[in-house]
């Protein structure tokens, strides 16, 4: 384990392991729907013992990578490799026992008539295998697990405090308010009173006015007679 772990070999094998999966189960698909074709047959058997073999080799040398990179992850990555290291484990046992099976089939005539069943089971299984490699994408490209990027991260720690999430995503703005300058402003003009003539009071206008020379009208010149 020590003189294979400096050569990465788990992403190689998962590459042969996703392939010849894949393809075994499509082509015993195409096969049943052409039963004269016994070529197909026997390629999709060849195909799911290898791809056997290959996902065992991907769960062996996945535990060496996991070894050599757990120390270095954060435990949301570690909650996503255990995921993926139980659900490599389980589809290990279940494409071998597939495998297993399908040679039943091939071989022995009284098994033939469970090739539908395997057909749904080995349809269901690889769905599960995509799943299974989506998870160790996850684990490269968003993470960086395996990767140099992982290697110049930090490393974090148990026992440190989490740091406090920003308020905002960039810095916060400072704002300087300038000190108004006393300003002279002249007081409000007060309106002075114009001086201006009383006026008169006005007069009637059917009332004659007196004059100031006026005098009483004399008496009538005639008196009477005695």
Same mark, same amino acid.
């Given at each position: 384990?020590?003189?294979?772990?400096?050569?990465?070999?788990?992403?190689?094998?998962?590459?042969?392991?996703?392939?010849?999966? *894949?393809?075994?189960?499509?082509?015993?698909? +195409?096969?049943?729907?052409?039963?004269?074709?016994?070529? !197909?047959?026997?390629?999709?058997?060849?195909?799911?013992?290898?791809?056997? !073999?290959?996902?065992?080799?991907?769960?062996?040398?996945?535990?060496?990578?996991?070894?050599?990179?757990?120390?270095?992850?954060?435990?949301?990555?570690?909650? *996503?490799?255990?995921?993926?290291?139980?659900?490599?484990?389980?589809?290990?046992?279940?494409?071998? *026992?597939?495998? !297993?099976?399908?040679?039943?089939?091939?071989?022995?005539?009284?098994?033939?008539? &469970?090739?539908?069943?395997?057909?749904?089971?080995?349809?269901?299984?690889?769905?599960?295998?995509?799943?299974?490699?989506?998870?160790?994408?996850?684990?490269?490209?968003?993470?960086?697990?395996?990767?140099?990027?992982?290697?110049?991260?930090? +490393?974090?720690?148990?026992?440190?405090?989490?740091?406090?999430?920003?308020?905002? &995503?960039?810095?916060?703005?400072?704002?300087?308010?300038?000190?108004? !300058?006393?300003?002279?402003?002249?007081?409000?003009?007060?309106?002075?009173?114009?001086?201006?003539?009383?006026?008169?009071?006005?007069?009637?206008?059917?009332?004659?006015?007196?004059?100031?020379?006026?005098?009483?009208?004399?008496?009538?010149?005639?008196?009477?007679?005695?």
């Amino acid at each position: 384990m020590k003189f294979l772990q400096p050569w990465q070999l788990h992403p190689v094998v998962d590459h042969f392991t996703v392939a010849l999966l *894949i393809v075994a189960v499509l082509i015993d698909l +195409v096969a049943s729907a052409a039963p004269t074709r016994i070529w !197909l047959q026997y390629t999709a058997l060849l195909l799911i013992v290898l791809g056997a !073999l290959a996902a065992g080799a991907s769960y062996f040398t996945g535990g060496m990578e996991a070894e050599r990179i757990w120390n270095a992850l954060g435990q949301p990555a570690k909650d *996503i490799l255990n995921r993926h290291g139980e659900l490599g484990e389980y589809l290990a046992i279940t494409f071998g *026992i597939l495998a !297993l099976w399908r040679i039943l089939i091939q071989g022995f005539g009284f098994m033939a008539g &469970s090739r539908a069943i395997y057909l749904i089971v080995a349809f269901v299984a690889i769905v599960v295998l995509g799943y299974q490699a989506h998870l160790g994408g996850v684990l490269v490209y968003d993470y960086g697990a395996g990767t140099a990027l992982m290697a110049a991260a930090p +490393v974090p720690s148990e026992n440190a405090s989490p740091s406090p999430a920003p308020t905002s &995503s960039g810095a916060i703005p400072m704002v300087s308010v300038p000190t108004p !300058l006393p300003t002279s402003t002249a007081p409000p003009a007060i309106p002075t009173a114009s001086a201006s003539k009383p006026t008169e009071s006005p007069q009637p206008a059917n009332t004659p006015a007196l004059s100031p020379t006026a005098q009483p009208s004399a008496a009538p010149s005639g008196g009477v007679k005695m």
